[in-house]
């Protein structure tokens, strides 16, 4: 099956005829790794994060294969994914990043719903609400130890620990805060950001803890606590700079050939005519673009080269600019009988990563996960 979509005039089984592009989602390779970091986070609770459609791959279908794979704690960035994570997930503990948003705590616990209350504000507002229903619903604190986004900076801590009332109308079911260079190990700030959440969540009644997302589940259990946060990490990205990525790859665009044809040296190609043949070359428009979620930045110019999709075992670069629906890829080098109107390019996969293609463009893998558009046919695997 994996080979069907490159070097391939036929569609494979699986993948309709009328498909342009198509993103396979290996949900084997997902469970795969959400097992590893499982193992990696000893004896505390493994939980996935499934913000922004599950980092843009689905995040229905992702919920169920970790649902399926042993875990049982989601976190969403909006109501809205925890709504819609609560419809196919009756059963799991389901925290919303985001926090309270004002006079919306009938939603969160009409769905079950867990508010990561992140100011002393939204601790009122969630215990106010539970004293009025005469419930004790459970909800998370979130501690801000230095990356100041979300979360109680330490005065607010200090304020919430002297209204031990407060916390005594609704259930702290975690304690947590995040880190903001997990993803650099031997950063000084990681280090600091811990020892602060230790200060800071003693001063709270004792609840279980979690601080690390991807990245800090690989600073090593003195980070894991109760609870490690992964999300970039269970699809396939890179969670940390230094070092090889351990994880296996879970999603693979490929697009289809439009057009072949044959451009003389000294000819330009695409938008701006930023690239000109140096040689007598093939091309092909293959159709995926930035309105598919190939990031623009990723152009190939003259002196520039773009990154590499691959037909078969050959790599095939992309020169002149992404265009919203399309991409041109230099083929000269590739045995004519595999360059053929209909056939597969692989975009991104295996030997173009995500961050690879991230690296060029000088962005990060979440950013292009993320925006993979809803008009590439998605292909559910495993
Ligand atoms: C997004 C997020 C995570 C997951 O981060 P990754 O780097 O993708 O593992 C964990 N915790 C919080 C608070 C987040 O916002």
Redesign the pocket.
Known sequence: MKTGVHGNLVSPAGIPPDARAVLRIDLAALRANWAALNKLSGKSECAG?I?ADAYGIGLEQIAHALTREGCRTF?VATLDEGRRARAVQPGATIYV?DGLLPGAEEHYAGFSLRPILGSLAEVREWSAFNRGKGRRLPAAIHIDTGINRLGMPPAEVEAVAASPELLKAFQVALVMS?LACADEQTNPMNAAQRALFDTLRARLPPAPASLA???GTFLGPDYHYDLV?????LYGGR?FEDGPNPMRTVVRLAARILQVRDVPAGNVIGYGATFRTARDSRIATIACGYADGFLRALTGSEGKPGPAGYIGEHPVPVVGRVSMDLITLDVSDVPADLVQRGGWVEVMGDRVTVDDLTDRAGTIG?ELLTRLGRRVHRIYEG
């Open positions: 994060v913000k976190f990043l995040h997302n991807s990245g946060r992964p999300g970039i990490a969670a979440y």
